[in-house]
């Protein structure tokens, strides 16, 4: 595609709920990330796919929170047990392997736990 | 543990001036210096980057100042217009191994060009 696609861009839920964001990144960029941004708040570092390789799941805040990719493309965002400090607005990016610092981000999916 | 610290946290700057906003950083492994620009409702957009080997990169009405020996490094955007009103955030990012080069972010800064 044009761009990095995430879906919902908005998406309320109950405390307790479970939730799932998707990211469908660019055609061809192997390496994605997952940050997310509160309020007031720089971006904060999730998880890191790139290809078949382990992913880097140092930034999880809890173990609420996983992250899959299929087929070295689409990667969904888990949040179980979501509790209202998980508001935020959840980014994802994606890159081509031989780019060092080409990241281009998606829009987002704004998280509200009510 | 806050890696880059970005200030200030907000500016409003009348149309034609200049906006300086400042970023510090601790870790010497930062090996690379990205500006993103972000509209309400849109992710962030890279603006401008410099390695840490050159002390001014310019682009447009934009130029990034690095100081290695403090470890700041500061945006600058010249004869500033209503368009250039968003949040912009510094960053820094270290290599972890593989194609991981991951970007740490400064907080943030909301400039507000009035017309």
């Known amino acids: 595609g044009a761009g990095v696609s995430q879906s919902p861009s908005n998406k309320v839920t109950e405390k307790g709920k479970d939730v799932e964001l998707r990211c469908d990144p660019i055609s061809g960029h192997t390496a994605l990330y997952w940050y997310r941004q509160s309020l007031g708040q720089g971006l904060e570092f999730l998880i890191y796919?790139?290809?078949?390789?382990?992913?880097?799941k140092s930034g999880l805040p809890s173990d609420r929170f996983s992250a899959e990719r299929t087929g070295g493309s689409v990667s969904t965002l888990t949040i179980q047990r979501t509790q209202q400090e998980d508001s935020a607005v959840y980014l994802c990016?994606?890159?081509?392997?031989?780019?060092?610092?080409?990241?281009?981000f998606g829009s987002g999916t704004r998280l509200t736990v009510v | 543990q806050q890696q880059v610290k970005q200030s200030p946290q907000s500016l409003i700057v009348q149309k034609g001036g200049i906006s300086i906003i400042n970023c510090a950083y601790e870790n010497t492994a930062f090996d690379y210096f990205p500006w993103y620009q972000q509209f309400p409702g849109k992710g962030p957009a890279l603006l401008i980057a410099?390695?840490?080997?050159?002390s001014e990169k310019k682009e447009g009405r934009f130029t990034i100042s690095f100081n290695k020996s403090a470890k700041q490094f500061s945006l600058h955007i010249m004869d500033s217009q209503p368009g250039d009103s968003a949040t912009y955030f510094c960053a820094a990012s270290t290599y972890s191994g593989g194609s991981n080069y991951k970007l740490t972010f400064g907080k943030g800064t909301l400039l507000t060009v009035n017309p």
């Open positions: 796919f790139q290809g078949n390789s382990a992913p880097d």
């Open positions: 990016a994606s890159k081509p392997r031989d780019s060092k610092y080409g990241y281009t």
């Open positions: 410099i390695r840490p080997d050159v």
